[in-house]
């Protein structure tokens, strides 16, 4: 007689891109921007699904505290020194001398192969937004290749700053 041995659940990780877009949305700013993330949550994280939405705190101290109340995970996510950080008091000394410099000149490259990109499609009226890899290096402006995964077909996207590229032709946005 054979028994079927039952199927494991597979075990499922918080989706990181709404990690970043909650904490976009807590600070009012976007990446990259003067009071945003300075870049996105890495991605080589594993951490529980959150049950519930998990809570933003801050800026304190030049960074949002991300928390999963129910799983007790946490991160911190490092902000660019600048608007929404002023807001909520001023940031110690010792946190703006280790702050790297956000903005980059148009020639350096902003983008490396490798590196986990958000492309971004809309204009004034609607606006969608995915996780993807690049395919090659790229500074602001520059025309890359990006693609969802190594199998995936590569999709032309024009890098916009740090982490985040838009597909052209829309406008407005």
């Keep these: 007689m054979l028994v079927a041995a039952p199927v494991q659940a597979q075990q499922r990780f918080e989706n ?12 009012g700013a976007n990446l990259g921007e003067p009071g945003g993330p300075m870049a996105p949550v890495d991605r080589r ?7 519930t939405m998990p809570k933003v705190e801050g800026p304190v ?3 949002a505290m ?3 109340e129910s799983l007790g995970w946490r991160i911190r996510v490092p902000l660019v020194a600048g608007a929404s950080a002023a807001a909520s008091g001023p940031v110690p000394r010792a946190a703006s001398r280790f702050t790297p410099a956000a903005r980059a000149t ?9 590196d986990p990109v958000q492309l971004i499609a809309g204009n004034a009226l609607f606006n969608v937004s995915r996780g993807m890899i690049a395919d090659e290096d790229g500074a602001v402006g520059d ?7 190594k199998r995936a077909a590569p999709i032309l996207a024009q890098v916009v700053e740090m982490g985040l ?3 052209p032709g829309f406008k407005d946005f």
């Design 16 to 27: 990181l891109d709404r990690i970043d877009s909650l904490v976009a949305m807590s600070v």
């Design 45 to 51: 994280l594993k951490l529980a699904a959150c049950p």
């Design 61 to 63: 101290f030049g960074a």
């Design 66 to 68: 991300v928390k999963c």
């Design 106 to 114: 148009p020639q350096e490259n902003v983008v490396r192969k490798g």
């Design 143 to 149: 025309t890359i290749r990006v693609r969802e995964d």
């Design 165 to 167: 590229v838009r597909v």
